[in-house]
């Protein structure tokens, strides 16, 4: 199964963060669409009609999408990507689903962060989950994988 793994890719730590689970994902036998793997999304020469073209082929052709929900807020690609993947699910039902991955420990305190409601509503409207490790996003990518639409 092709996983759009979406999430800032701004620093070095956000695509050390992001490799580490595209490394861990391929290890379980998933493929994985990594948008800052090419070339084109880390060049300064690249325009904004270049990367939506990339990322949006990348998106049309996943089956499921894992996006880094951490931060003070969602990061706006994110949510963007998260919304084109959920039409795209609406029209085609190949799209299995999405999974939220928030390890940010400020959601968990009282009063902490959260998520937006409307981007948890886009992720649970299509069977998606919002789930706390690595570790559970490998498990319900598995069951989205195996289940039969």
């Known amino acids: 199964m092709l996983v759009y793994f979406a999430g800032p890719l701004f620093t070095q730590y956000e695509r050390a963060f992001i490799n580490g689970c595209a490394a861990r994902l391929r290890d379980e036998g998933f493929d994985v669409f990594v948008p800052h793997e090419h070339v084109l999304a880390l060049e300064d020469s690249v325009t904004a ?74 992720i649970e409207a299509g069977g998606g989950a919002i789930v706390g490790s690595l570790d559970d996003a490998v498990v319900l990518l598995r069951s989205l994988r195996d289940s039969v639409q």
């Open 49 to 122: 009609a270049e990367i939506f073209e990339v990322d949006r082929a990348g998106l049309g052709a996943a089956e499921a999408v894992l996006a880094v929900l951490d931060g003070p807020s969602v990061d706006d690609g994110t949510a963007c990507e998260i919304g084109i993947f959920h039409a795209l699910m609406e029209a085609d039902p190949s799209k299995k689903g999405i999974v939220g991955l928030l390890t940010d420990m400020r959601s968990r305190r009282p009063g902490g962060l959260g998520v937006n409601l409307f981007v948890r509503g886009c």
